[in-house]
């Protein structure tokens, strides 16, 4: 059985437990997920400074917990430090936007994207751009109801403008498959999907089965190229589990 | 337990069991797997035309044996008919290229490619560029063993050379992550890995993990755009299994 | 003189009829066209799956009747095969949806494009794509009009509905030329032209003409590369006369 | 029959009689061209600041001569002004450069080109992605031999230099289709592709061809968007046969 | 103190004093600006052609006034002949255009354009694409008004329409800054960027303080590649002062 | 005078010393420059983790000493944070990679970059990527000279190994200007420059500049779109100076 390890770096624990919830549902008994929720930094990220901002306790807790999992998923929509952690731990790292598209990818041709909150949209297009899905995207839409973050369950509101924006995806823009973006909109996309006739992928429940794929792939560290971690480096007044990553190594690689 | 049907559109059947014993590696205990060779077309498919040949009795073997699988596997590194067949069919299709290029980019950043034979690299890139991943292919490259498609073991010749132009796709061309692209390639991926020092995939174990995680998808199939299967339509001369797909449907949908 | 082939994918007669017409106004005295229409396959291809189902007796038509023809002219406005084609003739392809862009942009910038039909579209985008046009073209439109499929001649309803996507192309997508994309929809360039203002392709005139440019140029046939078809393959309960292009050549090329 | 305009903006009258020579080969009794010369500017466009010098020139012979002919061709490979002609002139205009890139593309993927002089290499680039073919070109190749400005017949060294140099762009690039791109380089594509097996296009042999069929396409002038020539504006000490084009329209369009 | 060139290849004096005073407010003491206007040409260019027929006088007075000046600044929007002319001349050469882009993709992510009537919008479009700027912009704008070509102050009516369509450039195209681009909008800047709430450029501030930028950095004239003057060139019937510029050099480089 | 703020995100005091003398030597009497060295993490960011590790003092100094300053450079070749702090700023922030590439583009076409060491190449070609300056770039090259790091002044051998990979930049991928990418390359500009015949920037001469530019253009603060910094947003455990940014504003705005 895997060990997956779940780090939200938003500090709001509802979101935790919203993401834990969709992504133990698709893992089911193939895997134990550890999940564990920011102490400082941003309640919700809302903008590139905060997700910047964010990122200095991704980087702890990541180091801190990686020993004894398998795979580390990344329970925020905009993929905090991705690229970072992927060449600064020892186990594979998902993040929920790359997840969602690749798994979107492979059920059509062109990738319709709704979010909450039009102020994201360009940073996610950035995003999108880096995995070089810019061209698989037919378009980044956003609804706007603030009400949404607060709720917990599904609500018939939400739902609604969500099946009119992804039908504005489909019929509009020519979408073949939807991602719903945001830790808030997880349990929509069945509802989303039944009324619009096109697949609609959850990023965590991608996440989750993206991070089973890869640790069974059990796919080799980095040795060489930017990927790699060096060693022998000197930093000051880091936290020791981060610090220690950097040390030289005892056994040579 | 899952149910994948797997087709290999090469009429060669050892190629068949060689894709089967590594899908089988990795999908163990969560999958069976029913696996047909095609009866027609060309032994190894080496080109473009060969390809398109080979396309007519993949569209029959799919649509005869759809039924009863959850997902459908298409066994062959050029993804013969992926786009077609995932309108056609019922089911979610994975393409072992689309698998491995979506599998390595959750691994780097920069994916190289190595395949056998020079002639088939420009239908690669233009596969890997169809599916949005031009900017992400550091290189594709290829070694010239024309032994390599007789030996059904990993032959020590084999593996050397793909030791070798898998350092020049890390140290020339910057890669982070390597794809062995080519049936007859399967089995090195781990040997080269360990030599090389970056993730090494193997496409049909990539192809077999994310029909596992598509099948758990649940995604429903289109019932709008250009991978919604038309009703009502004429057609003449062709398998019966195909032209039922094309009949008008008694629920609607 | 020149001798053309031109092959027709779909089993409609009748559709055969339509292009022949506007293939011989064009081409005048300098050719001979022999056009052949589908035994068996989709009675109009309208979809991912039909185009392919139809190519196996693309192939069969191409194999059996090239020689004695100075090029091939598909005649299909998916351009159903162009690239196996062009590897297994030994006389150069034309197609149309490729002879109209490339046409097209020597009359100007932008090429706006419109079509039947909106769910054949991303079809149409991919194989743009394909060609490196897509930044050529300022977008695909599509009118909604079933009755067009059947009535043999222009049309007044149909004509008024492409010139008003027409002035949508030029005035709110900065189109500087229009290709009218579909077999249905010979013979209303003239007219739509007129009307708009700016230059109207019909793709299968333009894919005569450019047929007389590919023959006059007489290209070599490609030796090496992934253009080059190769020899000595084994290929079983295969139509004879494409089996025999894989033969061992006598002499050598 | 079509009259053809050729305009050649280098004064060396003898860099016209070789273009004209191609020309007159492929559009054999289909057309007759007449050819201009420059009177002033540079001998031979060899920089970026002498294509800017020989514009002035090219738009007087092109606005004093454009009666009474079908079609403009530019005798010059780097397309001297072809936009702006498009846009000033009743008669559609063809392009060496643009010409021999569609022509090359309709016979194979990958376009290998081939000039002499490494300093233009940079713009014929810039006019190449300008077309939309950056992502059909595999690379631009220069020979450097100043001696083949000056022979009038084909040379055994330059072809010999051309033949090596085109094998490389076969090989080592992945070309399937080869453009000799200089009007000095005129004559020798038949010897270059009978060595090195791929087709190789002369670039006003496809213009010449080209001018035929955008020609006979009857394609109307635009009256709308950017190649729409505007009226009614105020010119100075401009050339009376290219201000009297920017007069009020007698007769509306 | 630097000595700016400031060349306005329009016929129109106004325009000139326009530009300059913009020039002026930004460098302030640490530039002498010098301004020339064209002698001959259209009074304003408004299409491709008379930018074509505009450049003839912008190369005659940039060959004549190049010495005594640290840089030159094109005072025309659509950059004429930029590129011929770094390579033409010893100074460095800073376009409108250009400024305007690399100055705003500073201060934000997607940059939105705004100009003057449309049939320019796709010229500058293809502008944007030459600089490698078509991802960075969301959308090029034009307001219709003919009648701000005439004002010389900044018109309130024409200050509304800039700010309804900078409005749209923002909430509908996520601009993140704006471009207004075109000499008569100089002086708008400022006022429609407190409106919008987004910085807005003006191009010819742009374009002076990229002028003392460029020219601070003493950058050495290119001896190699295609920015390289050619030397020992034959010209006929061309002004003095520009050929004079390809004559054999004296002291070598 | 202007009032510039310099921050240094590695711990090392004698980078910002380097980096300040370049900007001193630029910007002359026109700004006072304010420099800060990071207090925390890595002595010198050799990687993408290092980067990440070096944000969080990065943001800590920037909001702690923006007051009083007109423009923020950052004094690190990777721009570490440059759009978060663009937001989260209320002055504008200059990046030494940005503002090269966009000054290197005005000197020419095509834009070589030379930095040290090979496993940040591909981080820079991200970037690079990010800006849109893709298709800008002609080569990213690195030297290997580890001992590059320690020396203070211009070494004749690391200067020897420069220019070699510059001659390459030029003549073997058609660079028309050269990039100095590493803060320990500062100073080395001008005398590659002289060696190799083009325009040679160093970034943080190139960043000192263009901050003096985007200070004079004096742009608003975005109040809308995704660099608009949010308020009343919930920060816990952060910098108070970072922290009293989210604060619900007095004013509006």
């Known amino acids: 059985m895997m060990n997956i ?35 400082t930094g941003p309640a919700i990220i809302s903008s590139r400074s905060e997700n910047a901002i964010a990122l200095a306790e991704m980087l702890r807790l990541a180091a801190t917990h990686q020993n004894g999992h398998d795979v580390l998923v990344l329970g925020v929509s905009i993929d905090t430090g991705l690229m970072a952690l992927r060449e600064m731990l020892d186990i594979p790292v998902v993040g929920m936007a790359e997840a969602a598209l690749v798994t979107a990818g492979m059920l059509g041709g062109k990738i319709g994207c709704l979010t909450l909150g039009a102020s994201m949209v360009p940073v996610y297009e950035e995003l999108t751009a880096s995995y070089g899905f810019a061209s698989r995207v037919s378009k980044w839409r956003a609804i706007e109801m603030p009400s949404a973050f607060s709720v917990t369950d599904a609500d018939p509101q ?22 719903l973006c945001g830790a808030v909109l997880a349990g929509y996309a069945r509802l989303v999907s039944d009324a619009v006739g096109v697949p609609v992928v959850d990023p965590m429940q991608a996440a989750a089965l993206q991070a089973l794929t890869v640790a069974r792939m059990q796919p080799s560290k980095q040795r060489q190229g930017s ?14 589990n981060i610090a220690s990553l950097y040390q030289p190594s005892i056994s040579g690689a």
Chains 1, 2, 3, 4, 5, 6 share one sequence.
């Open 158 to 179: 939400v739902a609604q403008a969500l099946i009119l924006a992804s039908e504005k995806l489909v019929q509009q823009d020519g979408s073949d498959v939807i991602i």
């Open 5 to 39: 390890l779940l780090i939200n770096p938003n500090t709001s624990e509802h979101v935790t437990q919203r993401l834990l919830e969709q992504a133990q549902f698709v893992v089911g008994e193939q895997a134990t997920i550890h999940a564990y929720t920011a102490q």
């Open 227 to 240: 990927f790699a971690r060096p060693r022998n480096r000197i930093l000051s007044g880091v936290d020791v």
